[in-house]
């Protein structure tokens, strides 16, 4: 079972800048973010293919986040990131660290992704 814990949420105002970390307990084949909105679905955010370093974005995000991943030579020490630029209202949500080692599906398929964090909330205020 791998363990993921988020953290670096918090409150900022539009325009402002925020990084999510995701501490992994395994590596993974495929490692992402997803964000949910009160009394809205969960959607995907940003996804990052481990092998390949293939990253690929939500187009509400693009241009804006950047997502990466930090493998320190501590092999228990890895780390997912989510750094968060030109912040929107619409960004506020609480956002979810997922990682899996299915490959088939498409990118941004939330049914494939195996193992979720608890999630950190991110605020935004106009």
């Known amino acids: 079972q791998v363990q993921l814990v988020e953290s670096g949420g918090g409150s900022v105002q539009a325009g402002g800048s925020l990084r999510l970390s995701c501490a992994a307990s395994?590596?993974?084949?495929?490692m992402g973010w997803f964000r949910q909105a009160p009394g809205k679905d969960r959607e995907v955010v940003a996804v990052?293919?481990?092998?390949?370093?293939?990253?690929?974005?939500?187009?509400s995000v693009q241009g804006r986040f950047t997502i990466s991943r930090d493998i320190a030579q501590d092999v228990a020490n890895r780390t997912l990131y989510l750094q968060m630029n030109s912040l929107k209202v619409d960004d506020t949500a609480m956002y979810f660290c997922?990682?899996?080692?299915?490959?088939?599906?498409?990118?941004?398929?939330?049914?494939?992704?195996?193992?979720w964090g608890q999630g950190t909330q991110v605020t935004v205020s106009s």
């Open positions: 395994e590596n993974t084949r495929r």
């Open positions: 997922a990682a899996t080692n299915i490959m088939t599906g498409s990118w941004s398929q939330e049914a494939t992704f195996q193992y």
């Open positions: 990052l293919y481990t092998g390949s370093g293939v990253k690929t974005y939500a187009e």
